[in-house]
C-alpha cells in the first residue's frame, strides 16, 4: 500500500523499552483505525545495554534500518556504568544525527493549562513556541578536535552557506505549516550575536534572504542574551525561533525548565532526507524497571513524528491524528487525574499510557 510506512524503532536503553512500548501500541491503534496510512514498525537494536550484551553499539544492520525506514522512533540511549574502553559515553544517537546530516534540531516549548511551571503566567496566557537549533556545525565544529596548548585553547565557530540555507528553508516552512494549523502567530525569530561575531552577521544575512521569500510570515531578529531574558519575561510572545548550534543547546535547556522539566518534552532531529523523533530526556537508570517512567515525552515525540511524515507525504489524515494525539496528551495532563509521579501524581507509565488511549 502505498501509505504504509516504515517507523525504525530504537527501545534504548533504560526506561526506554518502557515508554516505546506503549508508544508504539497507541500508533498502532491510530493508524489501524485508520484507512488513510498504515505504519510499519521495525525494531533496530543499539545502545549500552546491546554494546553490554554483543559488543557492538551500532550495529550496521541497525543503521540500515534506519536508513531506510521513513521515519525514526527513538527513546533513550546510554548507561553510566557502560562505556567504551576510553570513556566515553555510548550514544547511538548522535552517531545517527551526523550519519543522517540532521541538521535541525526541533524543541517546541508548551505550557498550557494544568500545567506547572516555575513562571507566573498571567491569566489566559499559554506558551506555545519551538526553537529550532542547527545541530551539525556552529561552536560545537570542532567538538573534541579543539587545539590545547599549554597556554592557549581555540575551537571554531563554522557557520556555511549550505546548512544556514537549509536550515532556514525548514524554519520557514515550518511557520508556515504552524500558520496553517491555526497554532503559530507567523513570527520567526533568528537568535545570534550579529552584533559582535561576523560569523553571526552571515547567519543572520541568509535568514533575511530566505526571510524575503515569506511576505506572510513576520521575520526579526533577536540576540541570544536578549532571548534568553525573554523566555523567561514573556515566552508567549515567541512563536518560532532559530539559532546557532551551542545558543540552540543552551536555550533548550532554559525550555526544559519553562516546562516544569523534562516529562513532558519532545523534540526532533530533522534533515532533508531523515528524522528522529525522541523525547529531551535520558534513559532515567535510576527509575528503570520500575514501571514508573512519564511516557508523554516519548508519545508527544510520536505526535511530532505523525505531524512530520503527514506533511512530507502530503498525507492530512496523519497530520489530524497529530494534532489529536497531542491534544489526548494535554487533556490527560490538564485533567489531572491520571499524572505519574515527576508530574505530582501515583500512576505507572501503562496506566498513564492508557489514560491517552482513552482520551482519544
Ligand atoms: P542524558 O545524559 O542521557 O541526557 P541525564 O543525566 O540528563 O541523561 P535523564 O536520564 O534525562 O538524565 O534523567 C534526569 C532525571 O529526570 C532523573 O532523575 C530521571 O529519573 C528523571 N527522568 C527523566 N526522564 C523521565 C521520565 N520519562 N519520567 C520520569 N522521570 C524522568
Ligand atoms: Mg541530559
Redesign the pocket.
Known amino acids: 500500500m502505498a501509505n504504509t510506512f516504515d517507523i525504525a524503532v530504537f527501545a534504548g536503553d533504560g ?1 526506554g523499552p518502557e ?1 516505546m512500548a506503549p508508544t508504539v501500541e497507541i500508533l498502532r491503534k491510530m493508524a489501524d483505525a485508520s484507512d488513510k496510512y498504515d505504519l510499519r514498525f521495525v525494531d533496530a537494536p543499539a545502545g549500552a545495554a546491546h554494546y553490554a550484551k554483543t559488543g557492538e553499539s551500532f550495529p550496521a544492520t541497525s543503521m540500515e534500518i534506519a536508513k531506510s525506514a521513513d521515519a525514526i522512533l527513538l527513546s ?1 540511549m ?1 548507561l553510566p556504568d557502560v562505556r567504551y574502553p576510553d570513556g566515553t559515553e555510548i550514544s547511538p544517537q548522535i552517531d545517527l544525527r551526523k550519519a543522517l546530516t540532521l541538521f535541525a534540531g526541533v524543541r517546541p516549548v508548551t505550557v498550557k493549562a494544568g500545567q506547572t511551571t516555575p513562571l507566573n503566567m498571567p491569566e489566559g496566557k499559554e506558551i506555545d513556541f519551538v526553537l529550532i537549533r542547527e545541530s551539525t556545525e556552529g561552536l560545537f565544529y570542532t567538538q573534541g578536535r579543539g587545539e590545547v596548548s599549554e597556554n592557549e585553547a581555540r575551537e571554531t565557530l563554522l557557520i556555511t552557506r549550505e546548512i544556514s540555507e537549509k536550515l532556514f528553508k525548514f524554519t520557514f516552512a515550518l511557520a508556515q505549516n504552524r500558520k496553517k494549523a491555526g497554532r503559530g502567530t507567523g513570527r520567526v525569530t533568528c537568535v545570534d550575536k550579529a552584533n559582535v561575531f561576523r560569523a553571526f552577521a552571515f547567519f543572520r544575512d541568509m535568514f533575511d534572504a530566505e526571510a524575503a521569500n515569506h511576505a506572510d510570515l513576520k521575520a526579526d531578529h533577536a540576540y541570544v542574551d536578549a532571548t534568553a531574558l525573554w523566555m523567561v519575561q514573556k515566552p508567549w510572545d515567541f512563536d518560532v525561533l532559530v539559532t546557532e548550534n551551542m545558543f540552540g543547546d543552551i536555550l533548550s535547556d532554559l525550555g526544559a525548565g519553562l516546562m516544569g522539566g ?2 513532558l518534552a519532545p523534540s526532533a532531529d530533522i534533515g532533508l532526507e531523515h528524522a528522529v523523533f525522541q ?1 529531551c ?4 537508570p ?2 528503570a524497571g520500575q514501571g514508573v ?2 511516557p508523554m ?1 516519548m508519545i508527544l515525540s510520536a505526535a511530532m513524528m505523525l505531524d512530520w511524515l503527514g506533511l512530507e507525504k502530503g498525507n492530512a489524515a496523519m497530520v489530524e491524528d497529530a494534532r489529536r494525539l497531542r491534544e489526548a496528551v494535554e487533556d490527560v495532563v490538564a485533567e489531572g487525574r491520571v499524572l ?1 509521579r ?1 508530574l505530582g501524581g501515583s500512576a505507572g507509565t501503562d496506566e498513564a499510557a492508557r489514560a491517552v488511549l482513552d482520551m482519544l
Open positions: 526506561i515508554i533513550a546510554g523534562l516529562g523525547p530526556h535520558g534513559s532515567a535510576d527509575i517512567a512519564n515525552a505519574t515527576d
